[in-house]
């Protein structure tokens, strides 16, 4: 089965810089897209950015678009999002995702991480 790892979270202050991971254990990435959301107290999960199962393809929220970029080895069984001039409202949970689809959904990923939280201090 898939098993995803999310690591790399963190408190920064605005304007700063963080690498976000996403280990596999289980199955390779190889046939799979992959996906970041992100989520914070009392607002439902949101899109972050999409990839498609080779990483030629890429997708990403307004909010992040310019900012953020999402990659995947599929060699190395890791999913990575670099983010970059972060602001206090990227603050949040952020979970890496598997499916079949890279969609903007939650609910079009099958497999999930445990979260990991990003700060970010004004």
């Known amino acids: 089965q898939v098993q995803l790892v999310e690591s790399g979270g963190g408190l920064v202050q605005a304007g700063d810089s963080l690498g976000l991971s996403c280990a596999n254990s289980?199955?390779?990435?190889?046939?799979?897209?992959m996906g970041w959301f992100r989520q914070t107290p009392g607002k439902e999960r949101e899109f972050v950015a999409a990839?498609?199962?080779?990483?030629?393809?890429?997708y990403y929220a307004d909010s992040v678009k310019d900012r953020f970029t999402i990659s995947k080895d599929n060699a190395k069984n890791t999913l990575s999002l670099r983010m970059n001039s972060l602001k206090p409202e990227d603050t949040a949970v952020y979970y890496c995702?598997?499916?079949?689809?890279?969609?903007?959904?939650?609910?079009?990923?099958?497999?999930w991480g445990q979260g990991t939280q990003v700060t970010v201090s004004s």
């Open positions: 995702a598997a499916g079949l689809s890279p969609g903007t959904s939650w609910y079009q990923y099958d497999y």
């Open positions: 990839i498609n199962w080779s990483g030629g393809r890429t």
């Open positions: 289980g199955r390779t990435f190889t046939s799979y897209a």
